[in-house]
């Protein structure tokens, strides 16, 4: 499987339609956690962030919600972000724009926010500029630093390296709250967050 945990300047200019990181000018880093809600994997999450006084943005697919109100709930009840994933994981590539934007409105029903991200960070240009069409106020966000933690090649020492080396002030960082993640992620993250609060960055929401 091939991917890479930094993105490139050129695939940010590819779409500069999308949001891939913040101004370095506050120190502030921007934990995401796609595909949840999980009964096992947020409320750990959740554990974490609440321990380590942390805000995080959780990407989560709407058929989830659907099957996990409560955990939902809670992330909000906890002063998290949420944001649109779909309402069934659809890759961008592989589906029609027509179907895709009904699948983002599906979820939209249950994810009140204007923040979308595409499952695997595919969606084209053409999709994105549809989307934005369609929702005036949505802002899609991709990312900067990827953990790796869906690799289940990947050590969850790998995860760690992956983001303390790669992300800086302004960094959208991706974790996964899932069962395929949930190994690696519940390795990663106490370390990641107490890597940040020495470095004393900031752990915030991504704004709407």
Avoid at 89 to 97: A, E, S
Avoid at 132 to 138: E, R, Y
Wanted: charged share 25%; net charge positive.
């Amino acid at each position: 499987m091939f991917y890479l945990t930094k993105t490139p300047g050129l695939l940010k200019a590819l779409y500069k339609n999308c949001t891939w990181n913040f101004s370095p000018a506050r120190p502030s880093v921007y934990l995401t956690f796609d595909d949840g809600p999980h009964p096992v994997a947020t409320p750990f999450v959740l554990e974490q962030l609440r321990k380590y006084e942390a805000k995080a943005t959780f990407f989560c697919i709407g058929k989830n919600v659907i099957e996990y109100p409560d955990i939902y709930q809670q992330i909000l009840e906890e002063g998290h972000h949420i944001g649109n994933h779909t309402h069934n994981h659809l890759n961008g590539w592989k589906t029609g724009t027509d179907k895709y934007m009904e699948n983002i409105l599906e979820a939209r029903k249950y994810i009140s926010s204007p923040l979308f991200r595409p499952p695997y960070g595919r969606i084209t240009p053409f999709q994105v500029k549809h989307l934005k069409k369609l929702i005036p106020n949505a802002q899609v966000i991709m990312w900067d630093v990827l953990s790796a933690d869906f690799d289940t090649e990947k050590s969850g020492e790998d995860c760690v390296q992956n983001v303390v080396f790669k992300a800086k002030p302004g960094s959208i960082i991706v974790f996964h709250d899932s069962t395929k993640a949930w190994d690696r992620l519940e390795y990663a993250l106490p370390r990641v967050l107490e890597y940040f609060r020495k470095e004393k960055l900031n752990m915030e929401a991504i704004p709407y």
